[in-house]
């Protein structure tokens, strides 16, 4: 069963446009929410994330837009930029017990902008 | 930010023989490491959770015997991909928490490993 639903599985968008990506969860134990860009053969690096306490986190060109009752949140990349041509993965956080948590991540959204 | 840093950042190996992947904190203490396994063009999918000190807590589906984990020190823990065959090639990415992350699951990830089971 998927936990963390994320779309589009791809995009194109010409530079300087915006980028949107959404992500959908089911379970409402999940209280953090981090997004994460890896480009081919690297780790993924932490973009931005945000508590479900918020409804919206702004970090640079990255937005983060949280709906708590839709248990929806959406990453936005304004001015979109060839070098941000990456794949994206949207992820949740659960406590597990004995002070452990874990990540719960989403499929992906390859991510290409265009000049 | 905290850096995390795996070794060999590629392997190639023969059938039925083991590999040793290592993972650092390099500037920060993680009591707990995080294995991921990645397929081409798809997604992050858990293998264990290593905490320093005990044994490593295995997702279902994920053969401990076959995927050893050691976490022996605060800045290290190591996976051991046992009699490797090529349904094993992967890429291998771990993970650590950050320090004082409190109820924030920030995890800095390593750079990841490219395995080829020949």
């Known amino acids: 069963q998927q936990q963390v639903k994320q779309s589009p599985q791809s995009l194109i968008v010409q530079k300087g446009g915006i980028s949107i990506i959404n992500c959908a969860y089911e379970n409402t134990a999940f209280d953090y929410f981090p997004w994460y860009q890896q480009f081919p053969g690297k780790g993924p690096a932490l973009l931005i994330a945000?508590?479900?306490?918020?409804s919206e986190k702004k970090e640079g060109r990255f937005t983060i837009s949280f709906n708590k009752s839709a248990k929806q949140f959406s990453l936005h990349i304004m001015d979109s930029q060839p070098g941000d041509s990456a794949t994206y993965f949207c992820?949740?956080?659960?406590?597990?017990?004995?002070?452990?948590?874990?990540?719960?991540f989403g499929k992906g959204t390859k991510l290409s902008v265009i000049p | 930010g905290a850096v995390v840093s795996q070794h060999p950042s590629w392997v190639i190996c023969k059938s039925g023989t083991s590999v040793k992947i290592e993972c650092r904190s390099l500037?920060?203490?993680?009591?707990?490491m995080f294995w991921y396994r990645q397929f081409p063009k798809q997604s992050l999918m858990l293998m264990a959770t290593?905490?320093?000190?005990?044994?490593?807590?295995?997702e279902q589906g994920v053969e401990k015997d076959k995927f050893l984990i050691n976490h022996a020190s605060l800045t290290l823990s190591t996976l051991t991909v046992t009699s490797a065959h090529p349904e094993d090639s992967s890429f291998y990415i771990c993970?650590?928490?950050?320090?004082?992350?409190?109820?924030?699951?920030?995890?800095?990830f390593g750079p990841g490993t490219r395995l080829t089971v020949l």
């Open positions: 290593s905490n320093e000190g005990s044994k490593a807590t295995y």
């Open positions: 992820a949740a956080s659960l406590y597990s017990g004995a002070g452990s948590y874990q990540l719960t």
């Open positions: 500037d920060f203490q993680a009591t707990t």
């Open positions: 945000i508590r479900p306490d918020v």
């Open positions: 993970s650590a928490r950050a320090p004082g992350g409190g109820r924030n699951n920030e995890q800095f």
